[in-house]
């Protein structure tokens, strides 16, 4: 469990990083997108092999009804996270629609893994998105949103999600997690 708490936790700090200490990492310049993209590619790979690693406490599985909520809250995820909302016309005055997004994402995955390493992983990634936001609004108050675009975009992006959700379930079920029942 170890692991995946530092993942959480090196996750958390490395996307905090350039709001919390804004000088320190302007200090870093250039290079210091390299040191942020490592550190979150190593806190991705300490989230893999700890959620994989980790024991806990069962509290609920998963059942046909919820897999299927699941997978319609990751079609929304992935949509949100996708360039539509900014690009389109349904969303495109929402401020964090990739926030949302991950958020979404990690609040379908709770509601199908019930044990205390998801709780870790999703939970923990959920509320790193939440505060990101906060931490955002805060650091810039003011915000305006793209033009509106078409409804064509949305229509484009929402099959794209479909396709990727498709190509993602495929993933998860050749690394033993089935995804679709």
């Known amino acids: 469990m170890l692991l995946l708490i530092l993942g959480v936790a090196l996750w958390w700090a490395a ?3 350039k709001r919390i200490a804004p000088a320190q990492r302007a200090a870093m310049g250039d290079k210091g997108r390299g040191l942020v993209a490592l550190a ?25 009804a919820m897999v299927g909520i699941n997978n319609l809250l990751m079609i929304v995820a992935l949509y949100l996270t996708s360039p539509g ?3 389109g016309a349904l969303f495109y005055k929402m401020r964090h629609p990739m926030l949302t997004g991950f958020l979404v994402w990690a609040l379908a995955h709770l ?3 019930g044990d ?13 998105a939440l ?6 609004n805060r650091a810039e108050p003011n915000w305006t949103p793209p033009a509106k675009g078409a409804i064509k975009k949305d229509a484009i ?4 999600s479909v396709v990727l959700l498709a190509v993602i379930g495929w993933i998860h079920t050749w690394l033993g997690a089935a995804t679709f029942g």
């Open 157 to 160: 992006f929402l099959a794209a």
């Open 111 to 113: 509601l199908v893994n």
């Open 40 to 64: 979150i590619g190593v806190s991705v790979l300490l989230m893999i092999f700890g959620y994989r690693m980790a024991d806990g406490a069962f509290f609920w599985g998963r059942s046909p």
């Open 116 to 128: 205390t390493p998801s709780f870790v992983l999703f939970g923990g990634l959920g509320l790193w």
């Open 15 to 17: 996307h905090l990083f």
């Open 131 to 136: 505060v990101e936001m906060a931490v955002i």
């Open 85 to 87: 909302p900014s690009k």
